[in-house]
């Protein structure tokens, strides 16, 4: 298993509401990308308070058995006391009211994908040179697609794609997606948040990891890509080949 990640604050915003966490080994094989919301720099608190608070959850109890129950377990305790902390921050000061943040996770254990997701980053596994979307975002513009009110292509360009149904720390309950699947030798998990979504489109995705071969430089491309295609949002992306 081998894997790449790159952040950027693009080419409109004065700041960097993402964040992300990638082990330093295998021992904890945790992937996490974050997008927070909030003005005066509260997204980013909220973003690095979920990741931090997440990291630790999965450290604190490394030493359990890591069967697939356990690990589901641990991704809704952690994302739940994320949560809360947030949310208790939120309430705390007026300039952090109303912040929150996505949370998209994968733990990877035996050949299987345990995924925990709210909000619109995703989670992507790129398979026989397709790129297959894993999770589902919790958007307005997806509730809109899913009862049929506007199609795929007008999903693109709604005025109000960038509304949210569900984020970490805006209130006092959470509601969150666990998806679980298997993986083989050669396919690539691909987290990342809506900066590069809403900026480059899945088929470029899929020609970037089909082409590039270090998976640290297919990172650096899609970055690249989606600040040239306008870089309205800040980008990060999490690329794991096993």
Known sequence: MVSGAMTDVGMVRDNNQDSYFVPVNEDIPLF????????????????????NIIKDTFLKLKTLPMDEISITKLIEQSIKEANEK??????????????????TLAYITNH?????????????????ENLIQITEDHSLVNELVKNGS???????????????????????????????????EGNILLLCS????????????????????????????????SNDNGGYDNTTVIAIKF
């Open 150 to 184: 506007i199609t795929l292509e007008e999903a693109k360009t709604h005025p109000q794609r960038n509304i949210i149904t569900r984020a970490v720390g805006t209130s006092e309950t959470i509601e969150m997606d666990i998806v679980v699947r298997e993986y083989e």
């Open 112 to 128: 299987k994908l345990c995924i925990g997701h709210v909000g619109d980053s995703r989670a992507y596994l790129f398979k026989d």
């Open 32 to 51: 996490v990308v974050a997008d927070g919301m909030g003005g005066h720099k509260a997204g980013e608190i909220a973003s690095n308070m979920a990741i």
């Open 86 to 103: 947030i949310y208790l921050k939120s309430i705390e000061k007026e300039a952090y009211s109303g912040m929150g943040t996505t949370v």
């Open 194 to 225: 809506d900066g590069l979504t809403s900026m480059v489109k899945d088929s470029q995705i899929q020609d970037i990891l089909s082409k590039e071969k270090n998976i640290q430089k297919a990172c650096e491309n899609l970055v690249s890509l």
